[in-house]
């Protein structure tokens, strides 16, 4: 179920990344699926959700259609959308509202957890623990270059965060991320972390090493949490399932009762 979590402490802060095992969905969305609405089962991703927030104690979650962009959503100031167990589902649930597109989401609000649904992309969770200024990014290859990640950090600067960390969930690590050496001389010259060589020898890029350069120039403690979606049996990846696949997600929430500020 999970890859990796982190449950609130005095802060409220509660932060997890999912994995593929322990759900209810069938095939090539085995078993934890939390996404690809549009094509899986809808009451096995009902029951997956469920079960995602009973485990920890969460309301409704807020996720966006993501697009390889660079925009970032603010809930709870202007364009903020109102939230119901349905509202992810919107792919697949007739009547239920289009999500806004975009690839990041910040928030100020308690109980309002934020996800980033991936497949081998880099989902990315940040925080200010003393503001509660919390902050989710969808960061692949593209967004990435497009500036997701210093969109999001100043989206969270502008809402009062100082000091920053973010964590790096699991993705398809750099000896996996195989891409035409056109590509990757094109990516590197924006981003020279992102180099790297696939364990068979040819040009590959690492997105988690791109991600991490990007935060730290902005000023962010980095933590990487991030086993490789590839070749590990137990996540979703979209090169590795041959491109029909589910996603996990990374999640971050703050809850009501430590509201306190620093
Ligand atoms: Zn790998």
Redesign the pocket.
Known sequence: MFSYLSEPGTDGIGLAFTDRLGGFSTGQFTSFNLGHTDEDSVDALRANMAMLRDRLGLGPVSVVKQVHGRVVIPLGGTGSHSLDSDSWLSDAVPGVPALVHADAQVTTLTDTPLAVRVADCVPVLLADRAQGVLGSAHAGRVGLLAGVLQETVAAMRLRGARRLEAWIGPH??G??YEVPAQMQAQACAVLPELRCTTSWGTPSLDLGSGAQGVLERDGVTVHRLDP?T??GQAFFSHRGDHGRTGNQIGLIWRVARHVGRA
């Open positions: 398809i690590c000896r996996c490789c590839r070749t």
